[in-house]
């Protein structure tokens, strides 16, 4: 029901969310400077890489008890969005997460064909600009929360999941984009990270 409630075991609050759909995975939470807190994840009918597998958010605004009802922010039918990221920088937050084809087989092989999108929401969560392609890299996955560095660019830790690419034993590996344009990946630089073959999970 989202309602906050007290764990006496250990002194942290908790609270169940109802999700929209039966299959849920995978959430990043974000703390908003008025200290909302955001979370996002995916969920489906049929779980992880189906047809319509949706990125839903919820939202705990300051102050209250309970969390909002999760909506439904990106969804494509045929396709299974998955992994999203939070992150909140200059007014704007943001949402990164993977998109690829739905899984149509007994072997899952559009996980190749993944790429990374982008959303932002400049009134805290409630609404959402339309998913965009952002890093179309065949096989793209966002990974863990961006980070900003001294200088002002962001790191970015993501994966590739093509599994074809030699030098890492044709199997997932991790990747760290740095950039300066969180909007729009054209600038930025994605290195791969030697000795992550295999260890994505």
Known sequence: DGNLRPNAEDGSVEAYLAPPYASNHASSLERLPDGTLVAAWFSGDEGEGSS?????VARLPPATERWT???TVSKRDGYANQNPVLFYDANVLHLYHSQQPADA???NKSETESAVWHMSSLDGGRTWTNATPWWTSPGAFPRNKLL????GDFLFPLQNSSFSN???NDS???IVGRGTDLDDATSWTF????GSAGLIQ
């Open 148 to 151: 900003r560095l001294p200088d």
């Open 172 to 174: 997932n590996y991790a």
């Open 166 to 168: 030699p030098a890492f």
């Open 52 to 56: 319509g597998c949706a990125i839903v």
């Open 105 to 107: 087989g007994p072997t």
């Open 69 to 71: 009802a999760a909506a």
């Open 191 to 194: 290195e791969p990270i030697i």
